[in-house]
């Protein structure tokens, strides 16, 4: 049996999904891991457990190092059932002397699992307790991404136990940042802040400078879900600090559905207006493009613009399904614009328009509503739209520069 160990008596025992595709919405091509982890001290911990289809991974890996009978402390960072569906079936394993969480996470165990005998230790933040020769350090991350979420820091070495922050959905059989390509890791990680984390911005900008002030020495990162950040924790740190501030570089998407491809003329027109005006544009075909994808393109873009047909007085379903996601993830920091054909009633533009101004995306257009064919003079309309976005675009990022 492989363990690995992160640190001296520290070791990774979760499992790996490489079978999951769909994360309630979030298309995760390339499955993912629960990740928990034990620590062998004169109290042996256990920190989070796993999805509950996973509990034969989870106590294979413990037994390859000790009895889980054995493990005093059960710490839980989250309760999402990813992370503590196998709790139920643990408790009674293990029995342990101490579940230590945070006391929005013993309401969220006790809504789950209707446990109140249980040994709940409650902790808030900057409370510590003692494992023998190391001590946790406990940080609650409200709303980051549910109301119980919480780090546990192990201070004597250095490592952060984050739940779902700075975690990618990446099954792969390595578990460290720099055994796999850095790229990949960061594009998932991307994915994941723009699918799951991007509504609590603001939180997590919060929560950067609140890690940054407590000066903690942090050598590993070690998230919920995917590889553990040991190499690249700069780089991941940057990055979440660059998203919760919604910088944006000068790139441009032209999100589009199309019944008889009219609407897709003009989303052609538009992006070559955006070319010309020198913005990096990408053409997003909401037919083939997943809406978990769109919206890690939408968190490094400074311009949305969307095309939609009308379709029995409303949006082609697919554009109606993504603006609903799309504003469930409250993206900030944009400009928008719509645009359509439309046959007779045309209402499409008037409900990109409304999406956007909910979202509180700088409308910087009216829109452009054209009737069935556009022509070549239409579709001159909409290369000049986009050469105008993409020139309020370039001004906007050079101004923030
Ligand atoms: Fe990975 Fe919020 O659970």
């Not at 520290?10 to 499955?31: E, L, M």
């Not at 034990?38 to 920190?47: A, H, N, P, W, Y």
């Not at 083939?288 to 969307?306: E, F, N, P, W």
């Not at 054209?370 to 001004?395: F, H, W």
Request: glycine share 6%; charged share 25%; hydrophobic share 40%.
């Amino acid at each position: 049996m492989r363990t690995t160990e992160l640190a001296k008596g520290i070791y990774w025992v979760g499992a790996i999904d490489w079978d999951v595709r769909d994360f309630h919405g979030y298309s995760t091509y390339k499955g993912t891991t629960y990740n928990a982890f034990l620590v062998i001290d004169e109290k042996i911990t256990l920190f989070d457990t796993v999805k509950r289809s996973h509990i034969d991974d989870l106590l294979r890996h413990i037994r390859a190092i000790i009895d889980p009978a054995k493990i005093d402390y059960l710490v839980v960072n989250h309760v999402e059932m990813d992370h503590s569906g196998a709790l139920p079936e643990m408790m009674e394993i293990i029995k342990p002397e101490k579940l230590i969480c945070s006391p929005m996470g013993q309401k969220a165990i006790v809504g789950h699992f209707h446990r109140e005998d249980w040994p709940y230790e409650i902790v808030k933040s900057g409370d510590e307790i003692s494992m023998g020769k190391r001590t946790i350090q406990f940080l609650e991350t409200r709303m980051l991404h549910w109301p119980d979420s919480m780090f546990s820091f192990i201070k004597e070495d250095g490592i952060l136990i984050s739940s779902d922050a700075f975690g990618q959905h990446y099954a792969t059989s390595e578990r460290f940042d720099d055994e796999v390509p850095l790229s990949e890791v960061m594009n998932e990680s991307a994915k994941y802040y723009a699918n799951i984390l991007y509504p609590y911005s603001p939180l997590i900008k919060k929560l950067l400078k609140t890690v940054a002030e407590m000066n903690l020495n942090i050598k590993m990162i070690a998230p919920d879900h995917g590889v553990i950040w040991r190499s690249h924790i700069d780089t991941i740190i940057k990055a979440y600090d660059d998203w919760s501030q919604n910088k944006s570089a000068k790139k441009a998407l032209v999100i589009y559905d199309t019944m008889w491809h009219s609407t897709e003329k003009m989303a052609k027109a538009v992006a070559v207006g955006l070319e010309e005006s020198g913005v990096s544009t990408s053409m997003v075909n909401l037919k083939v493009h997943h809406r978990s994808d769109v919206m890690t393109q939408v968190l490094g873009a400074k311009a949305v613009i969307l095309g939609s047909s009308t379709l029995n007085n409303g949006l082609l379903p697919r554009m109606a399904g993504f603006l609903m996601y799309m504003r469930g993830l409250k993206p900030t920091n944009k400009f928008g614009a719509s645009f359509g054909s439309y046959g007779w009633s045309g209402e499409a533009v008037n409900l990109m328009n409304t999406a956007l101004l909910e979202m509180k995306i700088d409308l910087i257009e009216e829109g452009l509503r054209l009737k069935y064919v556009p022509d070549n003079t239409s579709l001159e309309e909409c290369r000049k739209m986009g050469t105008r976005i993409g020139q309020a675009v370039l001004s906007s990022c050079e101004e923030n520069e």
